[in-house]
């Protein structure tokens, strides 16, 4: 069982950053791959980073290739998404996830955080 918080969300103008933070609890963190997916209103969730817990290699959605950057600190047990460059349509409500394998698929991944609000202004 993993537990999941997000925070790090926030209103910030076009052009800013935000780092988004998501604690996770057990012993066995390091071993799930983490990714990043977001919803904002009135669409689908959608992906948006993925690491994966043995190579760290990295995938991003084409939207934000280039502007976010997803880690990982083991020893704090937990995910970031350090996002630069923000736009108004970046706005959305951001989850971290935990998968058993490394996937961009939301429905590979079994544990889900609640949620923090990024809101981008032009």
């Known amino acids: 069982q993993v537990q999941l918080v997000e925070s790090g969300g926030g209103l910030v103008q076009a052009g800013g950053s935000l780092r988004l933070s998501c604690a996770a609890s057990?012993?066995?963190?390091?071993?799930?791959?983490m990714g990043w997916f977001r919803q904002a209103p009135g669409k689908e969730r959608e992906f948006v980073a993925a690491?994966?817990?043995?190579?760290?290699?990295?995938y991003y959605a084409d939207s934000v290739k280039g502007r976010f950057t997803i880690s990982r600190d083991n020893a704090k047990n937990t995910v970031y998404l350090q996002m630069n460059s923000l736009k108004p349509e970046d706005t959305a409500v951001y989850y971290c996830?935990?998968?058993?394998?490394?996937?961009?698929?939301?429905?590979?991944?079994?544990?889900w955080g609640q949620g923090t609000q990024v809101t981008v202004s032009s």
């Open positions: 996830a935990a998968a058993r394998f490394y996937t961009i698929y939301a429905s590979r991944y079994d544990y």
């Open positions: 690491i994966d817990w043995r190579t760290s290699i990295t």
């Open positions: 057990g012993r066995t963190f390091s071993n799930y791959a």
